[in-house]
């Protein structure tokens, strides 16, 4: 019973998501398919050095950190691009805070 | 009607000559500012030439000749020699990797500055560039200081800006960019745990880090301590931290639907936050993520460097703050240091959480080491020109209130909303008026106090070279002591090139830059074993101390003596330490045999260990047979 109630919520989760999803214009889903494909790079790189070991720790440094690094600013970009967002760029509170919304959430 | 001094201030004199140039009233304020923005520039500048004028143009103090010598270096070998440079003349016989010890910011800026002079045909020394490059960029700092307290009280955008500096040129040039970067992920947390943050946040943090610390890993010193030291897990922290808030607050935008969100807030940040957890814990536990560095972790615990590490303990600079240093250094900056927190705390912002933050994490590190007075003093002076800011702008509101007699309707100036709004009686204004006056006038009194205390400050206190010492002589007459800068040139032009120099470590960057000859042990304090080494040579017995010179190629042994002189802080001042950090290496010199009833003497009464030890024995060569003070018997120090 718990099971499917979890797996229900799970997939209702994942429906709706995807439909908000879908409602993205194209110019911010090529910035994240850039996004994914960055963070992919560097999981792959990963995966590589714990197969072949880290020597020598600076070319897995600089490709991962890269890698890592431009997904981060393409986001950055992202947000600044976003025209839906705009209001809030210069703002400097949201209406709720995040903690408070995870305490209320564990109750 | 009586002439007040307001009407003074409003004189026919200035206020003509402005409306002769035809300004607008902001066009008048636009320049006030920048002639007043001017003259501190040239104030900062100039300030900072005392010793320049007094004595001449050379490089100050002990670490600075390191400085100087790598500049020297790099200008005649070129960047590529400079970058892989191994030095054999320090540390003999070890030698010491210069390029990848070092921070080369301070290094390259000089070069720079002294290639571009070159290039436009100005043929400078490179010691006039070093010595100036330091009232140079102190110019620019104020103007720094006037650009982010212009942001930190009237609008918050420039702290990207200000984050970026710190963190990147910080790190490239100094040691001390560790408490940058543990100062600004702390004020990324407490902005994320309040609830002030937006999308600028994100874009300013993730900037300033990625690139902060891909370029710091450049330098060799820094290396990968940014992935495995201890001291910067909290920059990371925050990072993965960030990545995850703000992933969390996308989907909760997408959903648009509070229930199912919690449902996957709840799954997500437990998951991430026990990951990360788990991350750390194995690092630290398996050792890949190194704990603290005993330099830093003495900040938190001033306690641990006596005990533990006795080189970092004796340093003079590392000793905890008296209250006379900090009056000494801030003056009235001291009082209107928490009147310009009250200010901060009533105007919460962005921009006034971090220069609050900021301001008192910096004062509790001033307190436990003086040196770091030096990194409270930005964060002081913004918190303080904040108090007198509010301050004043309050008082001048008050005196300006009388200037329209009939406040009809909302009026143009500032202040006639106020008055009307509180629709006083004439007659308390008059009395509150003369009270703003008053005060202004004090408050600009304590002004110009402060700016001849620092003056007199700078040329008292902060512009002795400490290699050069002046004296009265018996008719008032100067003495100049140019004894350090002399034995440095005895030994450059009477010995073999391939001499190698004992002395304690304070001295070797003096002697390999102006002596030119091989030291075996500097200021860089790298090796601990090695500084012992001589620090047991020097309080042995000569026999013993003539082996572990031998063994080390010594050919001259310099020391510094003041007995002659009263000069006060030379070897045998320094001498318990040669002693303490000799024994915490070799346990067969140890600190009692020195003293005569756990007291540290010098004279006949002084332990026979003492007498006969080779510091005490050279210093004291003959000493007997000198008279230092005219109507003094000899051999009185």
Not at chain 2, 541 to 565: C, K, N, Q, W
């Amino acid at each position: 019973m718990g099971r499917s109630a979890t797996t229900k919520d799970a997939q209702d989760l994942f429906h709706s998501l995807r439909s908000a999803y879908a409602a993205t214009p194209n110019n911010l889903k090529i910035i994240d398919l850039y996004i994914v494909f960055a963070v992919v790079t560097a999981v792959i790189q990963v995966v590589y050095m714990a197969i072949v070991g880290s020597f020598p720790f600076n070319s897995f440094l600089s490709g991962v950190l890269s890698c890592v690094g431009t997904a981060v600013l393409a986001v950055s970009l992202r947000i600044q691009v976003n025209k839906e967002i705009q209001g809030n760029a210069s703002q400097s509170k949201f209406s709720v805070p995040l903690i408070d919304q995870y305490r209320a959430s564990l109750v | 009607m009586d002439k007040s001094p307001a009407d003074l201030l409003a004189s026919p004199g200035l206020a003509s000559l402005l409306k002769s140039l035809k300004l607008k009233t902001k066009q008048q304020e636009l320049l006030i500012r920048v002639s007043i923005l001017c003259l501190v520039y040239v104030l900062a500048f100039i300030t900072r030439l005392f010793s320049v004028l007094r004595y001449e143009s050379m490089i100050h103090e002990f670490d600075p000749y390191f400085n100087y010598r790598v500049t020297q270096y790099l200008t005649q070998k070129g960047f590529y020699e400079f970058w892989n440079w191994f030095d054999s003349e320090s540390w003999y016989p070890l030698g010491r990797i210069i390029g990848g010890t070092l921070y080369p910011g301070l290094m390259v800026t000089a070069a720079l500055i002294y290639w571009i002079l070159r290039f436009l045909r100005f043929a400078v020394h490179i010691r006039e560039v070093c010595v100036l490059t330091a009232p140079f960029f102190a110019s620019n700092t104020t103007l720094v200081a006037y650009f982010f307290g212009k942001e930190l009280w009237d609008s918050g955008a420039g702290l990207v800006a200000a984050a970026f500096y710190f963190a990147l040129v910080i790190s490239q040039a100094w040691g001390g960019y560790v408490f940058i970067i543990n100062l600004i992920p702390l004020y990324v947390l407490v902005l994320l745990i309040t609830g002030r943050y937006s999308m600028r946040l994100y874009v300013a943090y993730n900037s300033m880090y990625v690139l902060g610390m891909l370029l710091a890993m450049q330098i060799r010193f820094v290396g990968f301590q940014h992935v495995q030291s201890g001291e910067h897990m909290a920059a990371m922290g925050v990072f993965f931290l960030m990545q995850v808030f703000y992933f969390l607050d996308w989907v909760k935008y997408l959903l648009n639907d509070p229930k199912k969100f919690h449902t996957f807030l709840r799954i997500t940040v437990t998951s991430a936050v026990g990951l990360g957890a788990i991350a750390l814990g194995v690092g630290t536990a398996s050792g890949y993520i190194s704990p603290w560095t005993g330099r830093f972790y003495s900040l938190l615990d001033p306690t641990y460097a006596k005990d533990h590490i006795p080189i970092i303990a004796s340093v003079s600079e590392h000793q905890p703050t008296a209250w006379s240093s900090f009056m000494f250094d801030f003056h009235i900056l001291l009082l209107l240091f928490p009147a310009g927190l009250y200010f901060c705390f009533k105007r919460l912002s962005d921009a006034t959480i971090f220069i609050v933050m900021y301001g008192l994490t910096s004062m509790y590190f001033a307190g436990v080491m003086v040196r770091l007075i030096l990194v409270a003093t930005p964060a002081v002076c913004l918190i303080s020109a904040i108090a007198v800011s509010a301050t004043i702008k309050n008082l001048t509101q008050l005196v300006r209130a009388k200037s329209k007699p009939n406040p009809v309707g909302p009026g143009k100036g500032t202040s006639s909303t106020k008055s009307s709004s509180k629709g006083s009686p004439d007659q308390s204004m008059p009395i509150q008026r003369n009270g703003a006056i008053a005060l202004l006038l004090g408050v600009f009194y304590l002004l110009t106090r402060y700016a001849v205390h620092c003056t007199w400050v700078t040329s008292e206190a902060y512009s002795s070279p400490s290699i050069v010492l002046a004296a009265r002589g018996a008719h008032g007459n100067r003495v100049i002591f140019d004894d350090y800068r002399e034995a440095y040139f005895w030994l450059r032009q009477n010995t073999p090139p391939d001499a190698k120099v004992m002395s304690w470590w304070d001295y070797g960057y003096q002697i390999t830059a102006m002596g030119n000859r091989t030291v075996i042990v500097d200021n860089n304090t790298w090796n601990n074993t090695h500084i012992a080494t001589v620090g047991r040579a020097m309080s042995s017995y000569e026999d013993e101390a003539y082996e572990i010179m031998r063994s080390l190629d010594v050919d001259y042994v310099l020391v510094v003596f003041g007995g002659v002189t009263g000069y006060s802080s030379d070897d045998i001042n320094k001498f318990l330490w040669m002693v303490r950090i000799g024994g915490g290496v070799f346990p067969v010199i140890k600190e009692p045999d020195y003293l005569v009833n756990g007291e540290y003497r010098v004279d006949k009464g002084a332990a026979p260990k003492m007498l006969n030890c080779l510091m005490y024995k050279l210093s004291y060569y003959r000493f007997g047979e000198l008279t230092t003070e005219y109507g003094k018997p000899p051999g009185v120090a």
